[in-house]
């Protein structure tokens, strides 16, 4: 089984404190969408070089939580990228919320 992870980073705190979560060695494809317009260069620089073997796109601060998403499938299509499922997570500021809906999916026991 092929996974693929598609995160859309807009927060470098909040990214910091989601990562530590993910078991990256599960995902076969990990992909990276920077908000340019909320991310400053050093801390674009940080995530490539600690996830040097992802795959990055990148735009400005345009349609909220979905542009990037559609720049990462458009991505994945392009380049014959093949995956049996997506989890797509993105840096949301409500902890609560993010908590809630985010920690249960990375669990992978619940896919397998």
């Known amino acids: 089984m092929h996974l693929s992870i598609l995160i859309q980073i807009s927060d470098f705190n909040i990214w910091n404190d989601i990562k530590k979560n993910i078991q990256f060695h599960n995902y076969h494809t990990i992909m990276i969408h920077f ?8 801390q ?20 909220m939580d979905i542009y990037p998403f559609f720049c990462q499938i458009k991505y994945i299509i392009q380049n014959n990228i093949q995956t049996d499922y997506i989890l797509k997570i993105h840096t949301k500021t409500n902890d609560q919320w993010r908590n809630d809906l985010i920690l249960p999916l990375l669990n992978l026991k619940l896919i397998k």
């Open 35 to 42: 908000n340019t317009q909320l991310l400053q260069k050093n």
């Open 44 to 63: 674009i620089d940080s995530i490539k070089n600690e996830f040097n073997k992802a795959i990055f796109t990148y735009s400005q601060n345009i349609g």
